[in-house]
C-alpha cells in the first residue's frame, strides 16, 4: 500500500489550502484515514480523521477551519485547511488504518506566513 500526498506549498495566514492523499495498492477494508501533522521539535499529532462509516474527528485546534473528506471510490483523503494560522505550518502526514496494518503517506509540508 502506497500514499501519495499533495498539496503542499506556502500560504499567508487567512488563507486556504487543500491537501490530498490517495492510496494504491491492495487495501482492504479501510478503517480510517486522516492526517497528521509536526511541527520542528514538536511531536506528531492527529489533525483529522474520518472513519468508514462516515464519523470524523478534529483536534480542537482545527475546528471549524478544518475540514476532512472522503472519496471512498478513489482511495483518496482530503483536508480542506481555511482560515490558516502560522501556527499550523508543519508537515503534515496522511495515515490509512486498515485491519490490523496502519500506512503513513511521506508528509507534505507547507508554511503559513504572518
Known amino acids: 500500500v502506497q500514499l501519495q500526498a499533495s498539496g503542499g506549498g506556502s500560504v499567508q495566514a487567512g488563507g486556504s489550502l487543500r491537501l490530498s492523499c490517495a492510496a494504491s495498492g491492495s487495501i482492504f477494508s479501510i478503517n480510517r484515514m486522516g492526517w497528521y501533522r509536526q511541527a520542528p521539535g514538536k511531536q506528531r499529532d492527529l489533525v483529522a480523521a474520518?472513519?468508514?462509516?462516515?464519523?470524523?474527528y478534529y483536534a480542537d485546534s482545527v475546528k471549524g477551519r478544518f475540514i476532512i473528506s472522503r472519496d471512498s471510490a478513489e482511495n483518496t483523503v482530503y483536508l480542506q485547511m481555511n482560515s490558516l494560522k502560522p501556527e499550523d505550518t508543519a508537515v503534515y502526514y496522511c495515515n490509512l488504518a486498515a485491519a490490523s496494518q496502519t500506512y503513513w503517506g511521506q508528509g507534505t509540508k507547507f508554511t503559513v506566513s504572518s
Open positions: 474520518i472513519w468508514s462509516g462516515g464519523r470524523t
